[in-house]
């Protein structure tokens, strides 16, 4: 009885060993070239990471969110352990609110935008069909075009 137990107990440790390595071996970090940024507009990059929830408009829903400051054309940043399915959205935040402004029609966006795999406003938000990636399918960098109304 002992003696299978100790053997049971070999299994179980070498299995878990095996669990944790191959989550290490998955996890992969994604790497975001945002381009076309308007250095002569104030304001900070907001690079969200989002699943299926909250795309793209409800910005409090998203995995993580990177803030960069407006200082050149083009900025990196990445995120680490992301889903195996997932859509970026950025935003030139030029008053700083979190929130895309909108122009005088209180609908169009008056500020900067990008989604990711090339996914643009149309009648409204890109859906997240339109914007997903995954991550199996993913050559880093990912580049983000930011595009200005």
């Given at each position: 009885?002992?003696?299978?137990?100790?053997i049971?107990?070999?299994?179980?440790?070498?299995?878990?060993?095996?669990?944790?390595?191959?989550?290490i071996?998955?996890?992969?970090?994604?790497?975001?070239?945002?381009?076309?940024?308007?250095?002569?507009l104030?304001?900070n990059?907001?690079?969200?990471?989002?699943?299926?929830?909250?795309?793209?408009?409800?910005?409090?829903?998203?995995?993580?969110?990177?803030?960069?400051?407006?200082?050149?054309e083009?900025?990196?940043?990445?995120f680490?352990?992301?889903?195996?399915?997932?859509a970026?959205?950025?935003?030139?935040?030029?008053?700083?609110?979190?929130?895309?402004?909108?122009?005088?029609?209180?609908?169009?966006?008056a500020?900067?935008?990008?989604?990711?795999?090339?996914?643009?406003?149309?009648f409204?938000?890109?859906?997240?069909?339109?914007?997903?990636?995954?991550?199996?399918?993913?050559?880093?960098?990912?580049?983000i075009?930011?595009i200005?109304?």
């Amino acid at each position: 009885m002992f003696f299978s137990f100790r053997i049971l107990l070999r299994a179980f440790i070498v299995i878990g060993v095996f669990s944790v390595m191959s989550k290490i071996v998955v996890a992969k970090d994604i790497v975001i070239h945002v381009e076309n940024i308007d250095t002569r507009l104030p304001g900070n990059i907001m690079v969200m990471l989002f699943d299926k929830e909250g795309f793209p408009k409800n910005h409090a829903k998203a995995i993580a969110i990177n803030v960069i400051p407006v200082t050149y054309e083009k900025a990196i940043t990445h995120f680490a352990s992301v889903p195996s399915e997932f859509a970026i959205k950025i935003l030139h935040d030029e008053d700083e609110s979190g929130e895309v402004s909108k122009n005088w029609t209180g609908i169009i966006p008056a500020e900067g935008l990008g989604f990711s795999n090339g996914a643009k406003l149309s009648f409204g938000p890109p859906s997240y069909k339109r914007a997903k990636l995954k991550l199996e399918d993913i050559n880093n960098p990912i580049k983000i075009s930011i595009i200005y109304p």
